[in-house]
């Protein structure tokens, strides 16, 4: 939902003229791929306003670096040099911590706001907060 840079990623330098399509690129160019609009691209991803972590699950997703609907979490050479480790270890970070403590709301009436605001990354226009209750009195110091 919130690329860390939708510009930043994949510049590209155009080192001779080329036609790409009916657009004529000169040398000397700069192409840059706009990472956000693939990852809001309805005709790539069904609901891409919708934030749906399942839509990875339901779709033929591969990680391993050649599917280029992935390509804002990098892809071929330039893959995020922490997918490896990301892969051995988030499902246990996050199993520890949904483990140990009560993810709860600030307050009771607070929603989830997905808007986005654009400063040096693409962020999220109200960060999430939450309240971490431990579940065990020895969590608690």
Not at 16 to 24: A, E, I, P, T, Y
Not at 26 to 42: Q, R
């Amino acid at each position: 939902m919130h690329p860390p840079g939708p510009l930043l990623s994949w510049a590209r330098l155009a080192t001779h003229d080329v036609h790409v399509g009916k657009s004529f690129i000169p040398a000397g160019t700069t192409a840059m791929v706009n990472m956000w609009a693939i990852t809001h691209d309805p005709s790539i991803w069904k609901d891409p306003w919708t934030f749906k972590p399942k839509r990875f699950l339901e779709d033929d997703v591969t990680i391993m670096g050649s599917d280029l609907r992935l390509a804002p979490f990098g892809s071929g050479r330039r893959v995020c040099p922490g997918k490896t480790l990301g892969l051995a270890t988030v499902q246990l970070w996050l199993a520890q911590l949904l483990h140990h403590f009560n993810w709860l709301p600030v307050t009771a009436t607070e929603q989830v706001d997905l808007s986005e605001t654009l400063r040096l990354s693409l962020e999220m226009k109200k960060p999430l907060t939450c309240r971490v209750v431990p579940r065990r009195a020895q969590h608690a110091a």
